[in-house]
């Protein structure tokens, strides 16, 4: 009787986990890609300033504001690479975020 309780309770349990996980997918944040990814991808083509300042390692206000204005006077970005054409952004700003670049 024991083995069979503690066989439900964990059934309940992992039931209870797996649904609290498929909650955490459905609510991701709409605009981004892929909630399921263990990252989130951020757009340089389609993104605002506030999405770039908040899913962006080192990049603040006037970063962010400069990939757009970027954006807007060049047009779309043909690679993540040109986001190192933009000012202010380096070698190792752009290294760290690389992983999180999208121009799709």
Do not use: W
Not at 42 to 67: C, H, M, P
Not at 75 to 99: H, M, P, T, Y
């Amino acid at each position: 009787m024991k083995n069979i309780l503690a066989i439900l309770a964990f059934a309940l349990c992992a039931s209870v986990s797996v649904v609290g996980a498929a909650e955490t997918i459905k609510a991701g944040e709409p605009g981004l890609s892929s909630p399921s990814s263990a990252s989130v991808l951020v757009n340089l083509n389609t993104a605002d300033a506030d999405t770039l300042q908040r899913e962006l390692s080192g990049v603040g206000a006037v970063k962010a504001q400069a990939i757009v204005s970027y954006r807007e006077q060049h047009g779309s970005f043909a690679s993540v690479d040109e986001l190192l054409e933009v000012k202010g952004i380096g070698e190792g700003l752009f290294e760290k975020n690389r992983d999180k670049l999208s121009v799709k």
